[in-house]
């Protein structure tokens, strides 16, 4: 990687700031029985730990033709597997599955739902293949570095989150901003969850601003959440976003609502797999063709999802197909297109941009070293999807989340008001008295700052991808007893043009975003609200500006 391109993705992070839910270290679908007396503690980070290290042993089966090797790899409950079930046609090695036809070799999936047993079998070598968000990875590495032959290699991605992960808060908590002081319970082996740290940021507000509170499991978390109305959110994942929120759940609490989920954050909670640096060195062969076989079953469920849904529901042992549905609906795999995009370095939102990210927000809370500093190409290893650039199917393939995953809200939205804001009064852009634009060319401090707060707007539009960008102008109060004096008539007409004014601020904002940082006008939305909202500091200036909200499609 070129020095300047790092240089800049680094500048590009401490303008974005950072989180993103860990869903390796989580636990997160682990399910216990109710422990009586469950309580939430505030906890510090540790470092991650793993079994004692081995080489990899590769089984073998034979299909009547000889003997070929097996990889086990070990799943947890999550409607992203569905591309690999289908690839494998199940659980058990077969002849059938696309990996014995395409590459010789077979595959046996194991239902294994604690993250610390997966990490101490890929240690072992029993295991030879995981699956991690790709925030979890400077974790991961900082790990397994001591012993070479385990450091991760990302050889592919897996899923998109999209939807299946959230943060739950109770009514008093409007907006992200609201979360400061307040008590957050999260789950996993550590509480500081990357999706969160990422929202925190967002809203500028210190990991030390808030009180994390630790319960080890997604069930005993949802009875802490039910049960202890100090705690004013959580951060979750489904089932329990939907649990909370039907009055026929155990766990429902009435008034608590989804801040923000997964589907707002585009592309940002990305779930890759990985092998051990040693088995990549010496099995590239069937790694490559393992890739391969995921973007062909990738292909395969998008044509038909049913026969992925059958085997999603048996080997997690659902209720039924619905259930499966629901599960799956919950993420986004990825076709080849879509997955080269997310290596791309000119991506908005790509892996090594994630990578320095995580690290950043990790060493902050303590999770990393203070001084660790990791580069992304210890742990990415595309060339076995780069080698499938010569297949016309598969280049062909759309990338139908280039702009959002939820194009089809179509932004029609009657009462935008009533929308749920993701984030808002995180970009004030400044204007001058009387003036409804500014000059991008000035070294006016004021002028450099919106310069710089532009650029963020962009970054949050382009991980915010599925969400409505509401531009509100507004003008200060300076003016409105004079008017008020005059009489109500006059008062109204002015109050009318006040606006007009603040609006076509908003207006230029747009402008400027759409042509000069490439915008798409179809999520911006202007606004003028006059003298109506003045800044609450009663500073003239402060209030001359346009406000940023981020809305939710849902």
Same mark, same amino acid.
């Given at each position: 990687m070129k020095k300047s391109i790092v240089i800049g993705i680094v500048i590009l992070l401490l303008i974005v700031g950072g989180g993103l839910l860990f869903r390796f270290m989580s636990d997160k679908a682990e399910q216990t029985t109710k422990t009586p007396g469950v309580t939430a503690e505030a906890v510090k980070p540790v470092p991650l730990t793993v079994g004692p290290a081995s080489g990899y042993v590769l089984g073998s089966t034979d299909f009547g033709s000889g003997p070929v090797p097996v990889f086990r790899i070990p799943l947890d409950t999550w409607g992203g597997y569905a591309a690999l079930l289908l690839a494998n046609g199940g659980a058990k090695p077969n002849k059938?599955?696309? +990996?014995? &036809? %395409?590459?010789?070799?077979?595959?046996?999936?194991?239902? !294994?739902?604690?993250?610390?047993?997966?990490?101490?079998?890929?240690?072992?070598?029993? /295991?030879?293949?995981?699956?991690?968000?790709?925030?979890?990875?400077?974790?991961?590495?900082?790990?397994?570095?001591?012993?070479?032959?385990?450091?991760?290699?990302?050889?592919? *991605?897996?899923?998109w989150s999209n939807g299946g992960d959230g943060i739950l808060v109770r009514k008093n908590i409007r907006s992200p901003k609201d979360l400061k002081g307040k008590k957050i319970l999260t789950s996993g082996n550590t509480p500081f969850n990357f999706f969160l740290l990422w929202l925190l940021a967002q809203s500028d507000i210190k990991t030390s601003e808030v009180q994390m509170m630790y319960v080890g499991d997604g069930p005993a978390a949802a009875e802490v959440f039910r049960d202890d109305k100090t705690i004013d959110a959580w951060v979750t994942w489904e089932p329990f976003l939907a649990d909370v929120l039907n009055p026929a759940?155990?766990?429902?609490?009435?008034?608590?609502?989804? *801040?923000? @989920?997964?589907?707002?954050a585009n592309q940002l909670i990305a779930d890759v797999y990985f092998t051990r640096l040693d088995l990549a060195?010496?099995?590239?062969?069937?790694?490559?063709?393992?890739?391969?076989?995921?973007?062909?079953?990738?292909?395969?469920?998008?044509?038909?999802?049913?026969?992925?849904?059958?085997? !999603?529901?048996? #080997? #997690?042992?659902?209720?039924?197909?619905?259930? $499966?549905? =629901?599960?799956?609906?919950?993420?986004?795999?990825?076709? /080849?297109?879509?997955?080269?995009? #997310? +290596?791309?370095?000119?991506?908005?939102?790509?892996?090594? %941009?994630?990578?320095?990210?995580?690290?950043?927000?990790?060493?902050?809370?303590?999770?990393?070293? $203070?001084?660790?500093? /990791?580069?992304p190409e210890s742990v990415l290893l595309t060339k076995f999807l780069e080698q *499938?650039?010569?297949?016309?199917?598969?280049? $062909?393939?759309?990338?139908?989340?280039?702009?959002?995953?939820? &194009?089809?809200?179509?932004?029609?939205?009657?009462?935008?008001? =009533?929308?749920?804001?993701?984030?808002?009064?995180?970009?004030?852009?400044?204007?001058?008295?009387?003036?409804?634009?500014?000059?991008?060319? =000035? %070294?006016?401090?004021?002028? !450099?700052? @919106?310069?710089?707060?532009?650029? =963020?707007?962009?970054?949050?539009?382009?991980?915010?991808?599925?969400?409505?960008?509401?531009? !509100?102008?507004? *003008?200060?109060?300076? %003016?409105?007893?004079?008017?008020?004096?005059?009489?109500?008539?006059?008062?109204?007409?002015?109050?009318?043009?006040?606006?007009?004014?603040?609006?076509?601020?908003?207006?230029?904002? &747009? &402008?400027?975003l759409v042509e000069q940082y490439g915008a798409d006008p179809e999520r911006l939305i202007t606004e003028g609200k006059g003298w109506d909202q003045p800044a609450s500091s009663g500073d003239a200036a402060r209030s001359r500006r346009v406000e940023v909200r981020f809305l939710s499609f849902e």
């Open positions: 059938d599955s696309l +990996f014995y &036809k %395409k590459g010789k070799f077979a595959v046996e999936l194991v239902k !294994v739902e604690g993250a610390k047993a997966q990490l101490d079998g890929y240690a072992a070598g029993k /295991y030879h293949l995981l699956w991690s968000s790709m925030d979890s990875m400077p974790l991961l590495y900082d790990a397994l570095k001591a012993d070479k032959r385990l450091i991760p290699q990302v050889i592919g *991605l897996f899923d759940s155990p766990y429902y609490q009435e008034g608590s609502r989804v *801040l923000i @989920n997964s589907r707002d060195r010496e099995q590239g062969p069937l790694l490559a063709s393992f890739v391969e076989c995921m973007i062909e079953a990738e292909s395969q469920f998008t044509k038909n999802p049913e026969p992925a849904l059958r085997l !999603v529901n048996s #080997f #997690f042992g659902l209720s039924g197909i619905a259930e $499966a549905r =629901s599960l799956v609906s919950n993420v986004h795999l990825p076709n /080849y297109t879509e997955s080269r995009m #997310f +290596f791309d370095i000119e991506n908005p939102i790509n892996a090594s %941009k994630i990578f320095y990210l995580a690290q950043e927000y990790y060493k902050a809370v303590g999770s990393l070293a $203070a001084d660790a500093s /990791y580069e *499938l650039e010569s297949n016309k199917v598969y280049k $062909a393939q759309p990338n139908r989340v280039l702009n959002s995953f939820n &194009k089809q809200a179509a932004f029609d939205i009657a009462d935008l008001e =009533s929308q749920r804001v993701v984030l808002t009064g995180d970009f004030e852009l400044y204007f001058d008295a009387q003036k409804i634009d500014f000059d991008l060319s =000035s %070294k006016r401090p004021e002028m !450099v700052k @919106n310069k710089e707060l532009l650029a =963020s707007i962009i970054e949050q539009m382009q991980i915010l991808g599925t969400t409505l960008v509401k531009l !509100v102008g507004h *003008l200060d109060t300076s %003016k409105v007893e004079e008017f008020r004096s005059q009489g109500m008539q006059a008062f109204n007409e002015a109050s009318s043009q006040a606006k007009l004014i603040s609006k076509r601020r908003a207006e230029f904002v &747009k &402008k400027v």
